[in-house]
């Protein structure tokens, strides 16, 4: 729906040099300008959207999630170590330079 309605709100923005070009040509550059300015508009807002939906969830185990595994396991090679004992796991292993979950 804001895309749609969007060149119209952009109108009263360009409507002085679309009223004042005389020539069809000169009128034509305020048009294409808008229609420009609505194109630059409508890809930010639907790269935010996109950006949003893909960083909603962080503890879902996707590539761009918080890696829970490797946070968990270090916290508790940390704590085993704090009381001494001798039952240590290993550490997450990075697969491809980054732990992915």
């Known amino acids: 729906m804001f895309v749609a309605l969007l060149p ?6 360009f ?3 679309i009223a004042s070009g005389g020539a ?5 550059m305020p048009a294409v300008a808008m229609m420009l300015s609505s194109a630059l508009v409508t890809w930010v807002f639907v790269t935010m959207e ?3 939906d893909f960083s909603e969830d962080p503890f879902e185990g996707s590539v761009a999630d918080v ?3 490797a946070m968990c396991r270090t916290i508790e090679i940390d704590l085993k170590q704090m009381i001494g004992d001798d039952d240590i796991p290993e550490p997450e ?3 491809f330079g980054t732990v992915l979950y």
């Open 8 to 13: 119209c709100g952009l109108l009263d923005v």
């Open 15 to 17: 409507a002085d040099s």
């Open 24 to 28: 069809i040509a000169s009128a034509r």
């Open 50 to 52: 996109v950006v949003g």
């Open 67 to 69: 890696p829970m595994n």
């Open 93 to 95: 292993k990075p697969l």
